[in-house]
């Protein structure tokens, strides 16, 4: 069965720092995009960050040069470095694998799905 596991979410000030990591199991996914997401209470889940299976990335507006995304496929994890958060970052933040090598930024290209960790950042 196939499960991805995301962890380190929790409640930090604003400007402050979290890591978030998606462990893989059942399959690899080291030939497959990896992505990002976050959904907000009354709001639609939306695109963060995605990696291609070469490590290249790419990252929404709302969190270029604050997240980092990168990817360790001898652990198949996957990981989120979120530097400089702000109060619009409180969301669930999901882990997602694309059905491609290549990123994505729509959730219908996503096979697979985490259970999300909440992120809550406090003013």
């Known amino acids: 069965q196939v499960q991805l596991a995301e962890s380190g979410g929790g409640l930090v000030q604003a400007g402050g720092s979290l890591r978030l990591s998606c462990a893989a199991s059942?399959?690899?996914?080291?030939?497959?995009?990896m992505g990002w997401f976050r959904q907000a209470p009354g709001k639609e889940r939306e695109f963060v960050a995605a990696?291609?299976?070469?490590?290249?990335?790419y990252y929404a507006d709302s969190v270029k040069g604050r997240f980092t995304i990168s990817r360790d496929n001898a652990k198949n994890t996957v990981y989120l470095q979120m530097n400089s958060l702000k109060p619009e970052d409180t969301a669930v933040y999901y882990c997602?694998?694309?059905?491609?090598?290549?990123?994505?930024?729509?959730?219908?290209?996503?096979?697979?799905w985490g259970q999300g960790t909440q992120v809550t950042v406090s003013s």
């Open positions: 990696v291609g299976w070469s490590g290249s990335p």
């Open positions: 997602a694998a694309a059905r491609t090598p290549f990123w994505k930024v729509a959730t219908h290209e996503y096979d697979y």
């Open positions: 059942g399959r690899t996914f080291s030939n497959n995009a």
